[in-house]
């Protein structure tokens, strides 16, 4: 199935496009991090790889220690604020766009929530299939992870 998706940044000055076969998986991370770059409960992730993402227009990156010692870069439109997509320095290029930029995301699936530890009463983890307390352990993730670049 071949499926173009687009979205972008408030002012428009940044925006991509990825084909939805390509995607790894989508997820709701509740972090703390997540809660703080939104602003909201949470952040809508879909994992998709670096290479099969077309992006236009130069994002800011803001940098931040992730939970595992990783470094988490997280991307936004300098003009506008809006948050777009993220990545662990460690691993470059695999890209966690944030679903809400999206210009449609009606199809969007969720496999599950990240960081249930930290999920707010007010914004409580979906029914999504898993639920993982923090980050779910590299080692059941990172085998997918893999499986995209061979
Ligand atoms: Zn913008
Ligand atoms: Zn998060």
Same mark, same amino acid.
């Given at each position: 199935m071949q499926s173009s998706q687009h979205g972008r940044? @408030?002012?428009?000055?940044?925006s991509y496009s990825f084909d939805q076969s390509k995607i ?24 998709v790889?670096?290479?099969h993402v077309n992006?236009h ?12 010692? $990783? ?10 604020? $809006?948050?777009?997509? $993220? ?15 999206l210009n449609d995301?009606?199809w969007?699936?969720?496999? $599950? ?6 999920? @707010? ?30």
């Amino acid at each position: 199935m071949q499926s173009s998706q687009h979205g972008r940044c @408030q002012c428009e000055k940044i925006s991509y496009s990825f084909d939805q076969s390509k995607i790894i998986s989508a997820h709701h991370c509740h972090c703390r991090d997540c809660q703080r770059a939104t602003g909201s409960g949470k952040a809508t992730i879909i994992i998709v790889p670096k290479k099969h993402v077309n992006l236009h227009g130069e994002l800011k990156y803001f940098e931040v220690k992730g939970s595992k010692g $990783s470094h988490i870069r997280r991307g936004f439109c300098e003009n506008c604020g $809006s948050g777009i997509l $993220s990545y662990a320095k460690e691993i470059p290029h695999i890209f966690y766009i944030k679903a809400g930029t999206l210009n449609d995301s009606s199809w969007l699936k969720i496999d $599950s929530n990240f960081f249930t530890e930290s999920a @707010q009463e007010w914004n409580k983890p979906s029914d999504a299939p898993k639920s993982f307390q923090a980050n779910p352990s590299l080692g059941s993730n990172i085998k997918t992870l893999f499986k995209s670049f061979k």
